[in-house]
């Protein structure tokens, strides 16, 4: 029999796209592990791979993965690749027919393969479950060190339950929701001694008791890192979108002593994206959260610091050092800096919008409300490559999505790519010319005012969620008097810069500003802070490394 796990929700999950085999295989499992083990089954890579994020989203553990090889779309080595990850301490199984051995064994490189099973595998007792009991065992005595999950107590219609569950999302910590309107939720208010008159109520693995936290109390109580571990550094990295970590990968491991600060989460915009499928590299795609997660790990590995929840309020240079302060008015300095700050979405103006922020109304792809809009009907506000992807994303869940454009048609700021697969999907429409003139309900979002942006024409919708990706505007008003930036806010740098032939007012090196270099000497700009920038996730990572290479030159002269 086998041995209970550590954890009572560690799963086995099994995925396979004949239905008649994938029930096979769970009822197989389920007869010798069900007891001990949570047994979930999937006929997809792509749906396998949704249950292992909100697996990880809950702060269960995954023991081990049997992927079957033969699936479309997605074969098993790809889906493994793709699951490893999200649990890279989960032992992988490939089960496979005897012509494609040749590739089970070079899936043994590709994803470090654990083991590979022949089909048929009857009788179990022989073929199956020994090869189990052995990769279970190996699993509990890993390292994978299960860490127990945060719990999040709210509301759910409540703006600031959604801001802390988000937060927790993107930053990659474990937590669990509770509804304060079901008995779970009560009791767990009443165990922290709490009446729920105030929400969310955050408690931690440790115990601790969190009311209405703010992002910098809630970060160092959950592990993440927020204090400097020094006060002078070779370089600083201000903001961790694409940019900003790529910078802080080339920065760190040519030996820079770097420094990422980042205000909210890593990953920017681009994490926040459900999938990428024009990044070099990536031919299926790539979720934002995975390429993010991916490339702080790459960061940290380096030796790059790594501070979230740090707002930085203001830039100034003091002979050769460069100081950034923050809100709390401590700071650090270094001998550069890197502005990665990138863009937040504007808000709509629309009525009512203010009122219903994180209460139906969304800006982003928030992807933690994806699962909530199961059956229903979605807007989504934007004609750019951010509300197609998002429109592909909740498609899969949603009875219906719409997508609200001012323009006459797609074309003019969304890639090909997506406006194909958009036409079609059968559930998403595209309604052009059209706005949002106002959001109603008192609680949360219930209907929505749309107008026709030629005729004016009105129409009132049944609405529960809308998500807006209406442009951006750069993070840089507190840099106001300190580096040029154009009429947008957007940050110049190098041949901007010198556009009349003459150095910017100020400037009193005797050479011209670095491609990327803004007007202060030693601080440079990369991503789409920068004026005039591709806004483009490839491009922001390609100016990161860029702007590290030209941070060395400055060294090398200063």
Known sequence: MAQAADAARTVILTVDDDPGVSRAVARDLRRRYGESYRIVRAESGESALEALRELKLRGDLVAVILADYRMPRMNGIEFLEHALDVYPGARRVL???????????????????????????????????????????????????????????????????????????????????????????????????????????????????????????????????????????????????????????????????????????????????????????????????????????????????????REVTGLEASGAARVVRFADGSAIAAHSVILATGVQYRQLEAAGCTDLTGCGVFYGSALTEAASCQGQDVYIVGGANSAGQAAMHLSRVAKSVTLLVRGPDLSASMSHYLIQQINETKNISVRCRTEVDQAHGSDRLRQLTLRHTLTGETERVDAQWMFVFIGAAPLTDWLDGTVLRDGRGFILAGPDLTADGRPPAGWELDRPPYHLETSVPGVFVAGDARAESAKRVASAVGEGAMAVMLVHRYLEQS
């Open 95 to 309: 089960l496979t027919a005897y012509a494609d051995t040749e590739a089970a064994i070079d899936a043994i490189n590709v994803v470090d393969l654990d083991h590979y099973l022949l089909k048929p595998w009857d009788p179990p007792e022989e073929k199956l479950y020994p090869v189990l009991d052995d990769l279970l065992e190996a699993w509990r005595n890993s390292a994978y060190k299960p860490v127990p999950s945060t719990k999040v107590v709210g509301h759910r219609w409540s703006a600031r339950s959604s801001d802390v569950r988000e937060f927790l999302a993107r930053n990659q910590v474990p937590y669990r929701w509770y509804s304060v309107e079901e008995p779970e939720g009560r009791r767990l208010l009443a165990a922290a001694g709490q009446d729920g008159q105030r929400l969310p109520v955050v408690i931690t693995p440790d115990c601790t008791v969190l009311v209405e936290p703010e992002a910098p109390e809630l970060a160092a109580r959950v592990g993440l890192a927020t204090t400097p571990a020094a006060d002078f550094y070779d370089l600083v990295v201000i903001g961790g979108g694409p940019a900003g970590l790529g910078a802080a990968v080339y920065g760190a491991s040519e030996g820079l002593r770097t420094v990422l600060v980042e205000r909210s989460a890593t990953g920017g915009q681009a994490g926040q994206s459900s999938r990428i499928e024009n990044y070099l590299g990536f031919p299926d795609g790539v979720s934002g959260a995975q390429l993010t997660d991916r490339a702080r790990r790459q960061a940290a590995k380096f030796g790059a610091e790594i501070l979230t929840a």
